[in-house]
């Protein structure tokens, strides 16, 4: 065994373990959320959904963030461990959001009466949803590790770039979307009891994010070192 | 330097006249198509005429754009422009010229057509569907160019310009049929100001990122 593939494999097994981690905190969150939270006065249980689809969207916009982040910051140190990273984070993101995408749709369909309304904040997230499966694509139809890394570092800029721009642009058309309840500038409008959920179930969702992109970087190495191995043998 | 790239590609391009024709054709089809697609007794045709006409644009230049760079690789015509000390800025200037002065007539020769088809009167409003043509046209274009100088180097070229592009189409399409139902229903200036704004922005923000990101594309 090379020492890139120890590596890999230790990493893995730490992706693993935070992985593990916070499955079983998602366990703890539903009994949090269904056992130990109000129900909420108007839209009954289906406002449960919130606890997962929230903290999916947080999660959600982390992963993205940091493809914008790493991709520029790749352009500039030529770096390929934030390569790893990016495409990690990106096939995360797009887990999330398609979480978050199923889940909203649950949620609108009693309490809006439509399973999709085309609100500034649900184009942009499908918008987002539709950037990285792109991302993700070119990253798989391009084969030499060089140019590829270069090409999806030059669309994870330009995306994150055109995000404000298509938010911008459908928050003209008005929005729909519940406002802002904890990030906002006064204090949390939501009881102590519901934002303790949302926090535990935050956490558990950012914990989830960091073990599947370990397992995932972790992969990309090992896959890497095969590719050497063959090379040389 | 950037204006004799364009020169070039617009010499090429005016010899073969395939490409051109082919997306004129292609463009004129749509129209047509969208013609049949619409319940004519329910839909007056003015009231889809301005997502028709930018639906038509964004179409015809996608298969515009697919064909940029598509030349320049068939005969490693690119490894030569790339050897050359030409600033790659400027190359990419000159390929954002070469492409907008297509995809402008494909649009030049579309614009009379959907007149023709779905009888719009366009008198007063010309002036400005011109204006924000080019300013909703410059922008995706810059992209565009950018994306089809990666998408010609993948496998699946013809439909990853299109994955690519369309979401960064949304804005300056949304933008650009905004302010062309405001033209055709004859709409003060002011209604169009924040509309016009956001294309500009678009246009100077993706325009510079491009050109700046442009040596990450082609250089090794």
Redesign the interface.
């Given at each position: 065994m090379t020492g890139s593939e120890a590596a890999a494999r230790a990493l893995a097994r730490r992706g693993l373990g935070i992985s593990l981690a916070a499955l079983a905190g998602l366990a703890a969150v539903y009994v949090l959320a269904l056992g130990f939270t109000p129900v909420e006065a108007r839209q009954g249980m289906a406002q449960k959904i919130f606890y997962l689809h929230v903290p999916a969207a947080w999660s959600a916009l982390i992963a993205f963030s940091l493809v914008g982040v790493t991709s520029a910051l790749y352009?500039w140190l030529h770096d390929p461990r934030l390569d790893r990273f990016a495409a990690a984070s990106a096939e995360v993101g797009v887990a999330f959001s398609a979480v978050m995408l199923t889940t909203g749709p649950i949620w609108a369909k009693p309490i809006w009466g439509t399973w999709w309304t085309w609100d500034a904040r649900l184009t942009l997230t499908l918008?987002l949803f539709?950037?990285f499966?792109?991302y993700l694509?070119?990253r798989a139809?391009?084969h030499d590790p060089?140019?590829r890394a270069?090409?999806s570092?030059?669309?994870g800029?330009?995306?994150m770039?055109?995000v404000p721009?298509?938010h911008?642009?459908?928050y003209?058309f008005r929005t729909l979307h519940p406002q802002p309840i904890v990030l906002k500038p006064s204090a949390p409008s939501l009881p102590p009891e519901m934002l303790r959920t949302l926090l535990v179930s935050t956490l558990v969702f950012t914990l989830l994010y960091v073990g599947l992109v370990t397992l995932r970087y972790a992969l990309a190495l090992a896959e890497e070192a095969r590719d050497e191995a063959a090379d040389a043998g | 330097m950037a204006l004799a790239i364009a020169a070039k590609d617009i010499r090429a391009e005016l010899r073969s006249r395939t490409a051109l024709l082919s997306a004129v054709v292609f463009a004129a089809l749509v129209l047509v198509v969208f013609n049949f697609a619409r319940d004519p007794t329910v839909l007056a045709a003015t009231d889809l005429a301005p997502s028709v006409l930018w639906v038509t644009f964004a179409l015809a230049a996608m298969v515009a754009l697919n064909r940029a760079f598509t030349i320049e690789r068939e005969h490693g015509a690119l490894d030569g422009l790339l050897l050359a000390p030409v600033p790659r800025g400027a190359l990419f200037g000159g390929k954002l010229l070469a492409n907008l002065a297509f995809v402008g007539t494909v649009e030049a020769v579309t614009l009379p057509l959907f007149v023709l088809f779905f009888n719009v009167d366009l008198t007063d409003a010309l002036p400005g569907i011109v204006a924000v043509t080019a300013l909703a046209t410059i922008g995706f274009v810059a992209v565009g160019t950018i994306f089809s100088a990666m998408a010609v180097r993948t496998r699946f070229a013809e439909l990853m310009l299109p994955v690519l592009l369309l979401p960064f189409m949304v804005p300056p399409l949304i933008g650009a049929v905004q302010v062309t139902s405001r033209l055709l229903a004859g709409r003060p200036l002011s209604e169009m100001l924040g509309w016009l704004r956001l294309l500009a922005l678009y246009d100077v923000v993706f325009v510079t990122l491009c050109t700046m990101a442009f040596s990450a594309v082609v250089d090794e």
């Amino acid at each position: 065994m090379t020492g890139s593939e120890a590596a890999a494999r230790a990493l893995a097994r730490r992706g693993l373990g935070i992985s593990l981690a916070a499955l079983a905190g998602l366990a703890a969150v539903y009994v949090l959320a269904l056992g130990f939270t109000p129900v909420e006065a108007r839209q009954g249980m289906a406002q449960k959904i919130f606890y997962l689809h929230v903290p999916a969207a947080w999660s959600a916009l982390i992963a993205f963030s940091l493809v914008g982040v790493t991709s520029a910051l790749y352009l500039w140190l030529h770096d390929p461990r934030l390569d790893r990273f990016a495409a990690a984070s990106a096939e995360v993101g797009v887990a999330f959001s398609a979480v978050m995408l199923t889940t909203g749709p649950i949620w609108a369909k009693p309490i809006w009466g439509t399973w999709w309304t085309w609100d500034a904040r649900l184009t942009l997230t499908l918008f987002l949803f539709f950037l990285f499966i792109g991302y993700l694509a070119l990253r798989a139809s391009v084969h030499d590790p060089a140019e590829r890394a270069r090409f999806s570092a030059v669309v994870g800029i330009l995306g994150m770039l055109l995000v404000p721009f298509i938010h911008l642009s459908v928050y003209l058309f008005r929005t729909l979307h519940p406002q802002p309840i904890v990030l906002k500038p006064s204090a949390p409008s939501l009881p102590p009891e519901m934002l303790r959920t949302l926090l535990v179930s935050t956490l558990v969702f950012t914990l989830l994010y960091v073990g599947l992109v370990t397992l995932r970087y972790a992969l990309a190495l090992a896959e890497e070192a095969r590719d050497e191995a063959a090379d040389a043998g | 330097m950037a204006l004799a790239i364009a020169a070039k590609d617009i010499r090429a391009e005016l010899r073969s006249r395939t490409a051109l024709l082919s997306a004129v054709v292609f463009a004129a089809l749509v129209l047509v198509v969208f013609n049949f697609a619409r319940d004519p007794t329910v839909l007056a045709a003015t009231d889809l005429a301005p997502s028709v006409l930018w639906v038509t644009f964004a179409l015809a230049a996608m298969v515009a754009l697919n064909r940029a760079f598509t030349i320049e690789r068939e005969h490693g015509a690119l490894d030569g422009l790339l050897l050359a000390p030409v600033p790659r800025g400027a190359l990419f200037g000159g390929k954002l010229l070469a492409n907008l002065a297509f995809v402008g007539t494909v649009e030049a020769v579309t614009l009379p057509l959907f007149v023709l088809f779905f009888n719009v009167d366009l008198t007063d409003a010309l002036p400005g569907i011109v204006a924000v043509t080019a300013l909703a046209t410059i922008g995706f274009v810059a992209v565009g160019t950018i994306f089809s100088a990666m998408a010609v180097r993948t496998r699946f070229a013809e439909l990853m310009l299109p994955v690519l592009l369309l979401p960064f189409m949304v804005p300056p399409l949304i933008g650009a049929v905004q302010v062309t139902s405001r033209l055709l229903a004859g709409r003060p200036l002011s209604e169009m100001l924040g509309w016009l704004r956001l294309l500009a922005l678009y246009d100077v923000v993706f325009v510079t990122l491009c050109t700046m990101a442009f040596s990450a594309v082609v250089d090794e």
